[in-house]
């Protein structure tokens, strides 16, 4: 096998085995809480682990992965989640009181967080050295079609476990996916690309004290690409909350079609993933996520004018499956080509503080949309249409003052 597909072939393979381990058994912790708890509070706070570990820790972990040698990282990160997961597999079969069960549950939550995050800023940070700059594209796409099958189908399968076998077989199973997804990444060879691609790394190798501010003042396109990935976020986030109650409370959908529009979302996510992962490179990937982004809004309006238009409930059900197809497709053709950007032209020795700080701002940007579409979420389809307005709004005018610019100038 050439040793690029074969990077390919390994670096897919542990983030579907990861994705789907993480997305098991995070479904199955918070159906845990929430049939074992008689409290809200402690369903909540599994909630906000990850957004405040983000706020907190991603300027460290990105300064420790700059400094560190990534296949290290994620070695060591890999092993800690293993030992933590295993002693809350034997903490949760001790006769405790079940408050001092969910406590340790947040605690472990708390670690595996941390290790999520190390995981995901260092491995977004060596996908430059894993395979030359024209292969990166299709290593991303393959990758985001991998995580789009663990996202439809992981939740499902960790309800049906939790269910028959119980949070303490859960838990066994996740150390067993922790466990295949280390081999996975030992089998990588993190300098195989070294040498190949061009970087502008040099001018800022010996700076670890460099600002990400003075970054930015100096590639306006990766302003661009930040202030685009926190605040469509928020926008994100609101549609999170107002769809769902607009589907189940307003258009009366029942539980198998609303299952189902989520499944379309994947669909679309999966169509996209494999087209990308054939296409050549995308020669301006900044319009096109662009492009993406202004089709997501459009989707957002569609979906707000179903609950006033008063269309039949068969019609509503066909222009939601249709339409979520498209906003799967949408969300990975922003995602992709935004990704492959960022990491074929930020240094390479900057990666992890400019990925950790992009993934922080995302994760504080999504509890604020959340706040936002709890509070008005009695007028769903209104709180859709203006959220589609304004994030078309916001994408035009970050594009044209930031996006805008000739990608020789930048790249």
Request: proline residues 3%.
């Amino acid at each position: 096998m050439d040793k690029f597909k074969r990077q390919i072939y390994l670096a897919t393979s542990a983030s579907f085995v990861s994705g789907f381990g993480n997305g098991m058994f995070s479904f199955a912790i918070d159906l845990y809480v929430l049939r074992e708890s008689s409290s809200p509070l402690w369903f909540a706070g599994t909630q906000i682990i990850s957004p405040l570990i983000a706020f907190f820790l991603s300027r460290k972990i990105g300064t420790l992965i700059d400094q560190r040698s990534h296949k290290t990282i994620l070695k060591w990160s890999y092993l800690f989640e293993f030992v933590v997961t295993m002693c809350y597999f034997l903490l949760l079969r001790l006769k405790i009181a079940m408050s001092m069960k969910f406590l340790i549950t947040l605690v472990v939550l708390v670690f595996i967080n941390i290790f999520n995050l190390i995981e995901q800023t260092a491995y977004q940070s060596s996908v430059i050295n894993l395979v030359p700059e024209e292969k990166i594209q299709r290593l991303n796409s393959l990758q985001r079609l991998a995580a789009s099958c663990s996202q439809i189908f992981s939740p499902a399968l960790g309800a049906a476990i939790y269910s028959l076998l119980g949070i303490y077989n859960m838990v066994s199973i996740r150390l067993v996916t922790v466990v295949v997804s280390l081999l996975l990444i030992l089998g990588i060879d993190f300098h195989a690309s070294v040498g190949t691609t061009e970087t502008n790394e040099p001018e800022v190798c010996e700076n670890h004290n460099i600002k990400i501010w003075e970054i930015l003042q100096k590639n306006r396109v990766l302003l661009y690409a930040i202030v685009m990935s926190v605040g469509v976020n928020i926008f994100l986030a609101i549609s999170n909350i107002a769809l769902p109650f607009m589907m189940v409370h307003v258009l009366k959908f029942t539980n198998g079609q609303y299952g189902l529009q989520q499944t379309m979302v994947g669909v679309g996510s999966i169509l996209a993933g494999l087209i990308l992962s054939v296409v050549k490179n995308i020669k301006n990937p900044i319009r096109m996520s662009m492009l993406a982004m202004l089709s997501i809004s459009f989707s957002l309006m569609i979906f707000g004018s179903t609950g006033i238009i008063k269309t039949p409930h068969l019609m509503n059900l066909l222009i939601f499956f249709i339409v979520s197809v498209i906003m799967g497709a949408s969300l990975v053709s922003m995602e992709i080509p935004m990704s492959t950007y960022m990491q074929s032209s930020i240094p390479k020795n900057i990666q992890g503080r400019i990925f950790s700080f992009v993934f922080g701002a995302s994760q504080i940007a999504m509890p604020i949309g959340t706040v936002i579409g709890t509070a008005l979420v009695y007028k769903p389809f209104v709180l859709l249409i203006i959220s589609g307005i304004l994030m078309m709004v916001f994408v035009i005018v970050n594009y044209l003052r930031n996006g805008r610019v000739n990608m020789k100038d930048v790249l």
